[in-house]
């Protein structure tokens, strides 16, 4: 790493951020949603290049959102339509884009491509998912538990499904990050690799969570405060899709399972969402389900994201970095 990219900091998976500074993104959250228009790190406009190889709706128009409303400019590069990953190398473009733009946004397949975009970028990159993490999902996803539960740690949180996608780990890492008690339930042979298990506990020491992982769901559901569920078919897996619905079937949210969370718990599902398969209609569409809030949430959550790591990078302008300071207050800077 250069003498430029050192102290660069980047978002690639849900433990990029310790306890204290995910705290500190989530307080960020808070106040970026009272207040939308306060903090404009990227006024100018700077640009902040967005790039897509899968498809996406919520992430595509909460960071053009979130990035205009910071005063910057989003450029959204679609599938295929730049050289990167195929015409020209992931360090080049880093090496070209970081002189151009001032943050970088990226959701692709491998993690690994992630890593090689930080290691050459002098600007913070941010995994928009990956193969392997969602970890922008779950700061909405957290960000709507603090705010309907009042709390994140402490609180139990149930994941039902397909426990080998990107969002079972990122529902494993982040919830212990935020102190939460989280249960995994999948079927044999689709639970977290043994890895992300290992370091979620090694976090869950630091804050006070725990990690459940478990093919019953019985046991992941028992009164839980908040109960989560993805799509059985992610991207790519749609020759799957008989297998999959089998194979998940005692896995769905439906009534019978809520009946066994909390009877106060709430519904996350970070969309979009089959109703009938991963989790029934009368369930999204009743009265525990918070997803149109969790919805919303990616827009603050993404916003105070974007100025943490300007600020922590030490690529604020004074201003905001000072606006910063004052917001987090007991922060030491
Ligand atoms: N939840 C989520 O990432 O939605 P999109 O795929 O629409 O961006």
Redesign the pocket.
């Known amino acids: 790493m250069s003498a430029e990219q050192a102290g660069v900091r980047h978002f690639l998976t849900d433990l990029d951020l310790a306890p204290e500074e995910l705290q500190q993104v989530l307080r960020l959250a808070e106040f970026v949603k009272q207040d939308p228009y306060a903090l404009r790190p990227l006024r100018g406009p700077q640009t902040a290049a967005v790039f897509f190889d ?9 960071f053009a959102a979130g990035i205009t409303a910071l005063g910057g400019a989003p450029l959204v590069v679609n599938p295929g339509e730049a050289q990167l990953g195929h015409k020209e190398s992931i360090a080049d473009t880093a090496r070209v884009l970081d002189r151009m733009v001032s943050l970088i946004i990226w ?1 692709t397949y491998a993690q690994t491509g992630l890593e090689e975009m930080a290691e050459f970028s002098g600007v913070p990159v941010i995994n ?2 990956s193969d392997d993490y ?1 970890p ?2 779950l700061l909405a996803d957290l960000l709507t538990v603090q705010e309907h539960l009042g709390a994140t740690a402490g609180r139990s949180m149930a994941y039902l499904g397909d426990a080998a996608n990107n969002m079972a780990n990122s529902y494993l890492l982040a919830g212990v990050n935020a102190g939460m008690d989280v249960r995994i339930a999948g079927p044999a042979g689709y639970l977290p690799a043994q890895e992300i298990v290992d370091a979620a506990r090694e976090r869950a020491q630091q804050t006070g969570g725990r990690v459940t992982v478990t093919t019953d769901p019985a046991e992941a559901l028992r009164d839980a405060d908040v109960v989560a569920t993805d799509t059985w078919i992610s ?1 790519g897996q749609e020759e799957e899709k008989e297998h999959r619905l089998q194979l998940f079937g005692d896995y769905r949210v439906d009534a019978a399972a809520m009946r066994q969370a909390s009877d106060s718990a709430i519904v996350l599902h ?3 969402a089959y109703r009938g398969v991963e989790i029934a209609a009368e369930v999204i569409d009743g009265p525990q389900s918070v997803v149109w809030d969790e ?1 919303e949430n ?1 827009l603050h959550a993404q916003k105070a994201l974007m100025i943490w790591l300007l600020t922590e990078s030490g690529l604020a302008d004074e201003s905001t970095a000072a606006q910063v300071g004052s917001i987090l207050g007991d922060r030491e800077s």
Do not use: E, W
């Not at 899968?54 to 909460?62: A, E, I, L, P």
């Open positions: 899968k498809t996406s709706t919520r992430t595509r128009f909460s959701r928009a998912l969602h922008c999902q991207m970070c969309l979009p919805a990616r």
